[in-house]
């Protein structure tokens, strides 16, 4: 199990069509990890980022990801 709060900054406050009002945002992450034999694992993580509401447009991102780990 992994969670996690942080911050990050952004290079540029535009993300494709979303203004996220700030470069500064709040990082949340909640993952969980299974190893499937004793070389590979599979992940799959929750993160969501969002200026917190300190700037007016705050439309927040989320993202999954899914990763197989095998270590080479």
């Not at 070389?39 to 447009?57: F, K, P, W």
Request: aromatic share 12%; glycine share 14%.
């Amino acid at each position: 199990i992994e969670f996690g709060i942080g911050v990050g900054l952004l290079e540029n406050r535009h993300f494709g069509q979303k203004d996220m009002g700030s470069k500064f945002q709040f990082e949340d992450r909640l993952g969980l990890r299974m190893q499937l034999t004793e070389g590979l694992a599979v992940s799959l993580r929750y993160m969501h980022y969002s200026n917190g509401g300190i700037t007016e447009s705050n439309p927040g991102l989320d993202f999954i990801n899914v990763s197989l780990i095998y270590p080479l």
